[in-house]
């Protein structure tokens, strides 16, 4: 019975003695991890007040863009920066922001780069794709719109874009008029086999364009915009039945039963449609 309780007592004291040096193992690593951290914090912080990470010139900004209508000299310009600046004290997405309140700008993403210091901007531009006019207290004004129905001023536009060419593509009347369908619209005009040269939104129950096989009415700017133009297209062999000189008008107000109004009196004719186009 004395033996079993000095093997116990040993045993404790063995215990005790392995608990103390884990105890021990666990302060040392948490001293050595202390001084680690604010060894690393240390460094890091050398390493951000070193002048090398000073935004010096222009030439440490890398512009990427997405179309290429803006020249880097000309997408630098619309940066606010002052130079030289630390790289840290820049604040990316306020530039992001204030890039994307450029009109000819639709997305910017801008980042820092570490080696070599500087940054990168990635812009994508607005395209226009018709040129709009606009009558407004009896001022006209003349803009630009994107095939998702931004609106440009002709002369911001311009003036950033001096060497590019415009859209052939013009549109007349407010954008009330339009933007609710433009994108469709748009897109099926861009499209469609027939050339359309102007887009009259002047009247709110009667959408006219300017195509060429003459003029073509649509009615009130419906969701069925798309058929009415996929229907014109299939009606581009009629310059060669009919003499566009008798065509007043072709109405695809309802794109079922298209009509072409002749230029003699109360004549009407529903032109026979292709099957297989």
Not at 135 to 146: E, M
Request: proline letters at 7%; charged letters at 20%.
């Amino acid at each position: 019975m004395a033996g079993i309780i000095s093997v116990s007592r040993t045993n404790l004291a063995q215990r005790r003695q392995k608990l103390r040096r884990r105890r021990r193992m666990r302060i040392i690593q948490a001293i050595w991890r202390t001084f680690a951290i604010i060894g690393l914090a240390s460094g890091l912080l050398w390493m951000v007040v070193q002048p090398v990470w000073i935004l010096k010139a222009p030439k440490q900004i890398v512009m990427k863009s997405g179309n290429k209508l803006l020249s880097d000299e000309t997408a630098q310009s619309l940066l606010v920066l002052s130079y030289p600046q630390s790289l840290w004290r820049i604040e990316p997405s306020a530039i992001a922001d204030s890039l994307k309140k450029q009109p000819t700008i639709a997305e910017a993403i801008v980042r820092r780069r570490l080696f070599p210091p500087g940054l990168t901007i990635e812009i994508q531009e607005r395209v226009p794709v018709a040129v709009t006019q606009t009558l407004s207290n009896k001022k006209v004004t003349i803009g630009l719109l994107d095939a998702s129905g931004v609106w440009m001023p002709l002369e911001k536009y311009t003036s950033l874009n001096p060497t590019s060419k415009l859209p052939n593509l013009r549109v007349i009347g407010s954008p009330k008029q339009y933007c609710l369908y433009w994108t469709q619209l748009h897109q099926a005009v861009s499209q469609s086999p027939v050339e359309v040269m102007e887009i009259d939104c002047r009247n709110p129950t009667n959408l006219i364009l300017k195509t060429e096989l003459g003029n073509v009415h649509l009615g009130v700017p419906s969701p069925q915009v798309s058929e009415q133009i996929k229907v014109l297209g299939q009606m581009r062999h009629l310059a060669a039945k009919l003499d566009s000189g008798q065509i007043e008008y072709i109405d695809l107000k309802n794109p079922e039963f298209p009509l072409v109004q002749m230029n003699q009196k109360d004549q009407k004719l529903t032109p026979k449609i292709p099957k297989n186009i």
